[in-house]
């Protein structure tokens, strides 16, 4: 202990002695313009979408007892088997915002009167957006249209498509997605406001690519209102998916191995029925699981970008479960448990965010990590002042950070025969657009009891003799993730908090468990679908 806090002390000094030096390096002006974000030449494809136009396009109302009108988007169209339940909420990452409403597997508290939230570190998911066009969406249009064209008749459901047009932009941010990032900026300013110092500059992160970027103001907006300006400064790096530079090499190679085959195959499992039945109203076209999967996720993606979608309804509640597990499929092993580099894709923002606990920076070896020692020992870009992180990011990175976290309460196998009872892995749940990891750190006068449901006082909250006692409390899409589910060395909480000491504790295993090195550059071999249980190399 005495020993961690000569470091950290060290570590503070080092930290002061350099923040001269930078002071003194703006002064020559050498310290570059970090926080310009345009020109920018690397905001990715931007193309735009047809301007919607429900109120002539809406088939709305299907017959409900009372009318429900778009909020904005139109998802009250009956859903065979749905039986009220919402199948926005199985799209996976393409699901729109929810808060998931069985939670993680603990109930929320109120914070004893006396004890304090002292920081909160964010990671945040950019918001719906358009199609990326690796998503095979405006091919297969123009494979339908030529069909068509062609004197092919699609009859009985499929018969709207003789004269359906796409006309989805890519990959932007959609007028929903701005919303919802908006909308989250205000809910964290009311949840968080208070934590901002007035009269300082916070540095928000994102990329330069264009919806990330956008989430990021967009969020900023609804925080701190159009003046966010006088209030945040934003740190935009170069994004990988625009470059195709990615920091983890063997996560590409590895791609197919992981995710296409497994993905492809629970494909042709859950879509076999429907594909057969569609084959059989297609005339000449030769309809394959391909279209019938391509059909589905016209559901989301014309849903969010124009309002409405008629290929929702031609899928029943089991195939939108069907859709659910093929995106659990495809991000636990992209990124998850299930991907031989899922925690060294995310090691880099836990080593960070310890890091700004703690007080220093960065100081672990960047083969370690993938992080970027430039930006992550510099007071400008990498700041220890704030009690608001703020930061924004893609659903794959965020899956790899709770990875990386170690929580194994979303391990879980997932067979390619379907879905087990009591799965806890959920891509919806987890990275829907705009999601986001919220964790508190919060400074109690004394420990919490562990019971927090039974009615006892306010005071009746702490434990008589103890003394200030420190802890951390992770929130995703505003459910508590429950810490002790994971970690053994955190005691069974109701709040599913953690000591913070604790919970430090358990994260110096985090760099070593994640084989940064070995996972995205060492040669070892991938094995099918199933060998890797644990984010690193079978
Ligand atoms: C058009 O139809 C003809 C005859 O059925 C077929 O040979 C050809 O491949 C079709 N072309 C397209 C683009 O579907
Ligand atoms: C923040 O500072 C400005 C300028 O000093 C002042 O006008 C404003 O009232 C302050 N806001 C709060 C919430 O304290
Ligand atoms: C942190 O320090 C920098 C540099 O002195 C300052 O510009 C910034 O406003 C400070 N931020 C906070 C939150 O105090
Ligand atoms: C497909 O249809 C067969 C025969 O009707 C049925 O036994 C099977 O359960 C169906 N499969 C799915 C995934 O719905
Ligand atoms: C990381 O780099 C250092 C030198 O910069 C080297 O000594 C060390 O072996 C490297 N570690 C790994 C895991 O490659
Ligand atoms: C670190 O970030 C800086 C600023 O974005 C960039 O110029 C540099 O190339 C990055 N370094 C690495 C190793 O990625
Ligand atoms: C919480 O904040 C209040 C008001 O600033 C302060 O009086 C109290 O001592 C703080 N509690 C702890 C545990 O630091
Ligand atoms: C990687 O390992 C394989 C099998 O052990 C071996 O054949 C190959 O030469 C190795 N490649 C490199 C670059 O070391």
Known sequence: MAELKTILISLAMASAVQAGAIQQRAASKTQPNWFQTSPDNYAGTTETGAAPFLAQTNPAPFGQATYVPNAPLETSEPIKGAKGRNIFQLMGDQSPYFSPEDGFGVDEYPLPKGANITQMHMLHRHGSRYPSASEGLSSWAADIAAASKNGTGFTGKLEFLNDWTYNLGEEILVPVGRQELFDSGVLNYYNYGHLYQNNTKIVARTTL????????ENFLAGFFGL????????LATIDSAVTGDYACTNELTTLEESIEIPVGTWMETYLANK???????AGSYDWSVTDTYHAQSLCPYETISVGYSPFCELFDYEEWQGYEYLMDIEFAAMSGFLSPTGRAQGIYWVEEFLSRVE???????????????????NPVTFPLNQTL??????DANIIAVLTAFGLTQFNDFLPLTGPKKNQQYSTSKLVPFGGRLNIEIIKAPH????KRSSKQTKSGDYIAGTGETLYVHFIQNQRTIPLHSSFKACEYREDGWCELSTFMNVQKKSVADAEYNY???GNWTMKS???VRNGVPA
């Not at 690519?209 to 990021?216: A, F, G, I, V, Y």
């Not at 594909?275 to 109203?281: C, E, I, N, P």
């Not at 992180?389 to 893609?394: A, I, M, N, P």
Request: one cysteine or more; aromatic letters at 12%.
């Open 447 to 450: 420990k919490v009891s562990t």
């Open 227 to 234: 003046g966010w300006r006088n209030h945040a400064n934003i």
């Open 209 to 216: 690519q264009s919806r990330m970027l956008e989430s990021c």
């Open 529 to 531: 679908y199933g060998a």
């Open 359 to 377: 007080g220093h920076f960065v100081d672990i070896p960047a083969n370690q990590t993938g992080c970027n020692m430039t930006l992550d020992t």
């Open 519 to 521: 996972a995205c550059f």
């Open 389 to 394: 992180y703020l930061e924004f990011t893609h």
């Open 275 to 281: 594909t057969a039945q569609f084959k059989a109203l």
